[in-house]
């Protein structure tokens, strides 16, 4: 079994902040982390490793400097990682890079599709959600997302055969059923993530992580970076500013604060 | 090596960093040219962050910056697409709220567009009442694209995307828009690759407007798709100029369904299409009786880390019983296990706009107040003077939210 699993390194957007003078992001000093949902995918791909001995491959795609959430995978047990970088992927939105990473599972799976490709829920920097769907549509495999229990079941021969998944959506949880290829997208819902072993760590930080570039993926130079992106940033500013309104100080007098909240919600006709 | 989307000519920077400040990716900086100009420095661009916005391009007072010109390969013959497409989400056969919503903004974008476009819903399922067909048209469909097909009674994303492609690809609408729901993001991102096109996820403003396409040079009338973006700190407006459709999807409660008129007339089409075999088996659908839809409150009383424990909630849940609403919570809580994350505010929760959100110990950073946008009232309860929430909240209360909150249950109850 090959089970493929996609990360992204992210800045820490929880701290990324606009400089109020100028407009702009204030980048420096923001770490660069490993997308929290990825993690939890990447969970569900090590537990088929215990139990069906599924080699494990992780993919990003980034700048070089994100063969740091690909050392920090191997860590904690994946077998091998690829880095798909180039300057030509750049500025590829979620049509390009779907394109992109597909070429590259598909290289490190031989030409076709692995069994399983994970993908965490979504990133948390540009929050799309949308490059795992991508990846299903040009692996042609079948998609199932929001995934938050995951259970694999082996043939006769020991195999992994078949699944059955938890996919939470709006109207509830759908247990679904079927066969491997297939692509999953991962929910925090799942098994939590596992701690590299210290031995992990140290072999990761020696391990070589190929990296695979537009030669390397034979990609079709129109269809990936920013001029394989049908979709275009034009302008950005600001978000709109809400107005704040009144506030008092009911520090040390809660009884005031109390009262002052419930006239404010019967003045507005909040409460009959 | 892909050059950057921007030239930047050396002979012409005077290496002020206007270009630094005006770009809002963080894509340019500074690097030390000694001899080239008198500051000694010039700007160099990152291409891998470089977006093409050409916010620089302006911001540079020396012309020194370009952009580069490349080869567009897009969709053959552009004109040809032409109607507003609302993909209408339904469940059990009643059609969602979101899908009304987005049939009163496509009045608007139709109203803009002008030229002959139509308004559209496509609405997929089996045995489709014509009660649901009948809302669409009221809610402003001058066509109802219908698929009725066992196939589709259940939620299958690999039979939807086949579905909403084929129509796509026969009546080739100019814009399709879809809810952000659950249903919505999966499968449309599915369709937009199929049909290979652009998709923009969340957005918060819409509109159509004639613009120059900055390839071509081209008049065109563009979907303008404004969205949050580095977790809601920067707003980006982005356009899918040489593509069709141009795809959006948009969350639950983010415009405003306008009511609806029985007056209005309009044509259901139903389409016969060959699908795709279904290659999941859905085996149940396990629904939560006391499961809420907090994005579909009027009055939500929320809380954050400040609680410190989940046993607190106990206070909220009966704050809210007093007032007739519901309880949420910040990611924090989630986190923590206090919560299920169906009750979640914010970028990575649910968008709600209820009449009143009523929030304590939620200090307000930037994703959750995202989320919280489209409040009529917000109203705060914190400790922290400086809590950014009281930057956003009607009314803010400075205080310990244990002495306040039973002392509001007792005013209140």
Known sequence: MHVVVCVKQVPDTTNVRINPKTNTLMREGVESIVNPFDEYALEQALALKDKFGARVSVVSMGPPQAKAVLREALARGADDAYLVSSRAFGGADTLATSYTISLAIRKISGGGAPDLVLFGKQAIDGD???????????????????????????????????????????????????????????????APPRYAPLSGAIAAGRAEIAVLDEKALAADAAKIGLGGSPTKVVTIFPPPARDGGEKIDARGDAARGARALAEFLSRKGLVK | ??????????????????????????????????????????????????????????????????????????????????????????????????????????????????????????????????????????????????????????????????????????????????????????????????????????????????????????????????????????????????HRPQMATVRPKVFKKAPPDPARRGKVVMEALKLAAAKTKLVKVIRDPGAVDIAAQEI???????????????????????????????????????????????????????????????????QHLEGIRGADTIVAVNSDPCAPIFGVADFGVVGDLFEILPRLIEELG
């Open chain 1, 128 to 190: 799309t959600a949308q490059v795992g769907p991508g990846v299903s549509e040009f692996l042609d495999v079948p998609l199932i997302t929001y995934v938050k229990e995951m259970d694999v079941s082996p043939s006769a021969d020991g195999a992994p055969a078949a699944w059955r998944v938890v996919s939470a959506m709006d109207d509830g949880e759908h247990v679904i059923e079927g066969s491997f290829p297939a692509v999953m997208t991962v929910l925090k819902e799942a």
């Open chain 2, 1 to 242: 090596m892909a050059d950057a989307p921007v030239y930047i000519d050396p002979r012409l920077c005077k290496g002020c960093g206007k270009c630094v400040k005006g770009c809002g990716f963080g894509a340019l900086k500074m690097v030390d040219a000694p001899g080239t100009n008198k500051a000694g420095k010039l700007a160099e661009v990152d291409p891998s962050a470089c977006r093409a916005c050409s916010a620089c391009v302006s911001a540079c007072p020396f012309k020194a910056i370009s952009e580069v010109k490349r080869e567009v390969v897009g969709t053959d013959d552009l004109d040809s697409y032409r109607d507003i497409w609302v993909f209408a989400e339904q469940n059990a056969g009643r059609v969602a709220d979101v899908a009304f919503e987005l049939l009163s903004k496509g009045l608007e974008l139709k109203a803009q567009r002008g030229g002959g476009a139509r308004l559209c819903a496509v609405l997929l399922g089996a045995g489709l009442s014509d009660d649901a067909k009948n809302a669409l048209v009221a809610a402003g469909a001058d066509v109802v694209y219908v698929v009725d097909s066992p196939a589709l009674a259940d939620y299958e994303a690999n039979v939807y995307v086949d579905a909403v492609s084929q129509l796509i690809i026969k009546h080739r609408p100019e814009v399709v828009l879809a809810g952000a729901t659950a249903v919505g993001r999966a499968f449309f991102a599915r369709v937009a690759v199929k049909v290979r096109t652009g998709l923009t996820a969340d957005c918060t403003m819409l509109k159509v407007e004639e613009t120059k396409n900055k390839d071509t040079g081209a008049m065109q009338m563009l979907l303008h798709q404004t969205r949050p973006a580095f977790g809601g700190n920067i707003m980006a407006t982005i356009m899918t100029p040489n």
């Open chain 2, 300 to 366: 939500l009383v929320s809380g954050g880390r400040g609680l410190k424990k989940a046993e607190n909630f106990k206070m909220l849940f009966r704050l809210a019983e007093i007032l007739g609403g519901e309880v949420a919570c910040s990611r924090a809580c989630v986190d923590a296990g206090w919560c299920p994350v169906s009750r979640q505010v914010g970028q990575t929760g649910k968008t709600v706009a209820p009449r009143l959100y009523l929030c304590f110990g939620i200090s307000g950073a930037i």
